[in-house]
């Protein structure tokens, strides 16, 4: 099946609401085209859009949330007692799932039973790492609001993992609406107690069964959701680093910067080495000058403190070698706003915020110079970490982190990140995914 040409698949980026607000639109220099009836009637297939003159595809069908096929399941399980979760050990009871290839574009949606897939064992997923996820979570409030936390920085993330490994693109906003679908019909498995939330998986992968190395004719987008305890059920714990260049997460050029699959795998080794010398993640260098990256699988922030009293707090700059995370991002911007007035409490009176490239020789003078403030990464799952230890060339860098196990600058972006994922304080990164009104 051919597929079809890079400007005529973006074009299946119009979403399904935008055509059904038009009859007519114009592509490039071929004249006016007439939109023909996607038939969603009776959960037909979507079917590609031809000029009426040719007969040529112009544009495949797009994802779209409201041919949704939802199948619900005839033996519930038992959601665990909270206390018992472990992380991704469990999941609900439904899954999202939608198949794409290239000559029909994405199929109907459907919300099923959670089962195993059935896939071809020669499926590109399973030879050449076709395949990239996305993790985000919603939170249940105890009057049954289900909050889900700037989903929109997943989706898009999650379309540019797709572009880097030639799978196709979606309308965000409609997986967004999928998902929402998925976790209010399984928000009973999210449990209302403070600091626990719902895990949300979505994942692409590679479908096509012929081996080859090329772009997949066939993908499946799905989304698995596992119920998940606080990160910090017995206190804040600090982790330990091993900062080596022995190991390289990411190279300039590469993939760091896009959550795929084949990102992680090849990072389960040094993790392990570094455990064996009694650190708890890695520190990942890059280059002669040993630049600081990410730690483990989190954006890394260090502050320090400047002769005048200011704190700087640094993030690395994005770029090839970083992933974009959703909460790095939060934490810049809440820190932004704090520098600018809008105060977080914790967070320093003077403070600067810099993204720039930060080199070990920087924190090994500051720990000489007693200007290292603090440590911490930041991630979906714990939100933020600290770091209090980072072995370097034989030696450990010892890093404060105040009595409780977490700094001032991480502890006040912590709190004030769950103030807005839960929706104690109002903010419009907080999306509901079950509005009173529907
Ligand atoms: C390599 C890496 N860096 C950073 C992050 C943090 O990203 P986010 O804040 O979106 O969870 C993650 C986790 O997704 C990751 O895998």
């Known amino acids: 099946m051919s597929r079809l040409s890079t400007p005529l698949r973006s074009l299946t980026r119009l979403t399904t609401r935008q055509l059904s607000k038009t009859t007519t639109f114009n592509v490039t220099s ?22 009426v003159m040719t007969g040529e595809i112009i544009q495949l069908p797009d994802l779209d949330a409201s041919s949704v096929k939802i199948t619900k399941t005839t033996t519930p ?21 939608i198949n794409w290839n290239s000559a029909n ?26 395949t990239l996820f996305e993790g985000m979570k919603a939170y249940r409030q105890e009057d049954g609001t289900v909050r889900l936390f700037r989903p929109d920085m997943n989706m898009a993330r999650m379309n540019r993992s797709a572009s880097r490994i030639a799978l196709p693109n979606f309308d965000g906003e409609e997986l967004t609406e999928l998902i929402k679908k998925l976790v209010v019909l399984d928000s009973e498995w999210i449990p209302k107690e403070k600091g626990y939330s719902l895990y949300i998986r979505p994942t692409l992968i590679g479908t096509q069964t012929a ?49 795929l699959g084949a990102n992680y795998a090849p990072g389960v080794v040094p993790q392990a080495e570094a455990a064996k010398e009694g650190y708890s993640q890695n520190l990942w260098l890059l280059g002669d000058e040993h630049a600081l990256t990410e730690v483990g699988t989190m954006n890394l922030f260090v502050a320090f403190k400047q002769p005048d009293g200011t704190v700087e707090l640094v993030t690395p700059p994005l770029d090839d070698v970083v992933l974009p995370g959703v ?9 932004r706003d704090h ?41 979906t799952a714990a939100i933020v970490s600290a ?52």
């Open 30 to 51: 071929k004249p006016l085209l007439s939109i023909q009836s996607r038939g969603y009637k009776n959960n037909a297939q979507p079917q590609p859009m031809r000029d």
């Open 327 to 335: 909460t790095r991002d939060s934490a810049l911007q809440l820190a």
């Open 387 to 438: 770091v209090d230890k980072i072995g370097y060339e034989g030696r450990d860098i010892q890093i404060p982190t105040g009595s409780e196990g977490l700094g001032s600058i991480a502890k006040g972006l912590l709190d004030r990140i769950i103030g807005i994922q839960t929706g104690e304080i109002e903010h419009p990164w907080s999306v509901i995914a079950n509005p009173k009104s529907t």
């Open 77 to 97: 399980k038992k959601p665990l007692a909270p206390s018992k979760l472990v992380f991704g050990k469990t999941f609900t009871d439904h899954m999202l799932t």
């Open 339 to 379: 520098a600018k007035g809008d105060k977080i409490p914790g967070l320093p009176e003077k403070l600067i915020v810099s993204e720039r490239k930060l080199i070990m020789k920087d924190l090994v003078e500051a720990e000489k110079n007693g200007t290292l403030v603090e440590v911490f990464g930041t991630g």
């Open 105 to 130: 574009g994405w199929a109907n949606p459907e919300i099923k039973p959670y089962a195993p897939l059935e896939l071809d064992p020669s499926s590109t997923v399973f030879h050449y790492a076709f």
């Open 211 to 259: 081996l080859g190395v090329g772009p997949s004719s066939d993908a499946m987008l799905f989304v698995i959701c596992s119920p998940v305890g606080p990160y910090y059920a017995s206190g804040f714990k600090p982790v330990q680093l091993l900062a080596t260049t022995k190991f390289v997460r990411a190279a300039p050029g590469g993939t760091g910067g896009y959550k």
